[in-house]
T-cell receptor, first 113, second 111 residues
Framework: QQQVKQSPQSLIVQKGGISIINCAYE??????FPWYQQFPGKGPALLIA?????SEKKEGRFTISFNKSAKQFSLHIMDSQPGDSATYFC????????????FGAGTRLAVHP | ETGVTQSPTHLIKTRGQQVTLRCSSQ?????VSWYQQALGQGPQFIFQ???????GRGNFPPRFSGLQFPNYSSELNVNALELDDSALYLC??????????FGPGTRLLVL
């Protein structure tokens, strides 16, 4: 019940295309869903996050779509650029007590010019 | 505003040794969490410290221990190192909420 399942494992997109990464969770107590971007040799950097009270959140080229009934959320990267090539992790945590993040396994995105 | 810093950046140890990793939290943050990231995997929660007390722990054995100091910096100690402890160790700081900001990590190699 603590798992967050992420797909696909890897993704290749042409420059200017849309990258879509999906995550699913089981624990309905989760109420905070961030996405992190990680470059090789670096720590994860927060991209964007959403709470279940909204179905979509957009920041620049990055959009999170959230489906509470399906317990799924996804990251869309519009106009993908080679500089977006990185590993992306979805995560989830629940309110109350300590807020440990449960991470997905990651998606390695390659944007080709 | 200073971000999360970690030291050292890289470390090589042999099986059975002990290691201490250090983390300085982002200015204004009073909570520090530690994660282990094996190669090709997502980070796994080790434990969290809030105001110098352990505030929660993941599925890691007692040989993983930690400290938080009055200035909110933190240490992760691992005793009796095993080969499987080879990983990137990440520290994240936060304050009054869920947003956790990660440091660059310490790459530990156990031979």
């Amino acid at each position: 019940q603590q798992q967050v399942k992420q797909s696909p494992q890897s993704l290749i997109v042409q420059k200017g295309g849309i990258s879509i990464i999906n995550c699913a969770y089981e624990n309905t107590a989760f109420d905070y869903f961030p996405w992190y971007q990680q470059f090789p040799g670096k720590g994860p950097a927060l991209l964007i996050a959403i709470r279940p009270d909204v179905s979509e959140k957009k920041e620049g080229r990055f959009t999170i779509s959230f489906n509470k009934s399906a317990k799924q959320f996804s990251l869309h990267i519009m106009d993908s650029q080679p500089g977006d090539s990185a590993t992306y992790f979805c995560a989830a945590s629940k309110a109350g007590g300590y807020n440990k993040l449960i991470f997905g396994a990651g998606t390695r995105l390659a944007v080709h010019p | 505003e200073t971000g999360v810093t970690q030291s050292p950046t890289h470390l090589i140890k042999t099986r059975g040794q002990q290691v201490t990793l250090r983390c300085s939290s982002q200015s204004g943050h009073n909570t520090v969490s530690w994660y282990q990231q094996a190669l090709g995997q997502g980070p796994q929660f080790i434990f969290q410290y809030y105001r110098e007390e352990e505030n929660g722990r993941g599925n890691f054995p007692p040989r993983f221990s930690g400290l938080q100091f009055p200035n909110y910096s933190s240490e992760l100690n691992v005793n009796a190192l095993e080969l499987d402890d080879s990983a990137l160790y990440l520290c994240a700081s936060s304050s009054k909420g869920e947003t956790q900001y990660f440091g660059p990590g310490t790459r530990l190699l156990v031979l």
